[in-house]
């Protein structure tokens, strides 16, 4: 006689994980030990007198020379019309980016660093 085989074991459902506990609503605030210094990023820059033509005079971050400089773009309408990531300097810019017809933007932070100092 030949020996029946058991039938096979249906595979159970997944069981149900329990919801996480309530995360408490607000932490404490830790109060801060002494303010941060001022990074390197933010310090004032002496500006030469072809970049100052443009943003105008006194030391200031290089954060609000870049800020500057795209006012004088958007104002003087240098950037280029079907691709607005390349600036059409005119004559003051011209100086300052070095001559160049064209300049990618990503470019301008380069040409902008040499008169920085």
């Known amino acids: 006689m030949a020996k029946k085989q058991a039938p096979a ?8 994980k329990a919801k996480a506990p309530a995360k408490k609503a607000a932490k404490q605030a830790k109060p801060r030990a002494k303010p941060k210094a001022e990074s390197k990023f933010m310090q004032p820059l002496q ?14 971050p290089r954060t609000e ?13 240098c950037q280029d019309t079907k691709n607005k990531r390349n600036i059409n300097p005119d004559e003051k810019l011209a100086k300052v980016f070095g001559g160049k017809k064209t300049i990618n933007m990503f470019e301008m932070t380069k040409l902008v660093s040499k008169h920085l100092s």
């Open 47 to 60: 500006i030469s007198e072809e970049l100052a033509a443009v943003v105008g005079k006194g030391p200031m």
């Open 9 to 16: 074991k249906k595979a159970k459902a997944p069981a149900k």
């Open 65 to 77: 020379v870049t800020k500057k400089l795209w006012v004088y773009i958007k104002s003087n309408k």
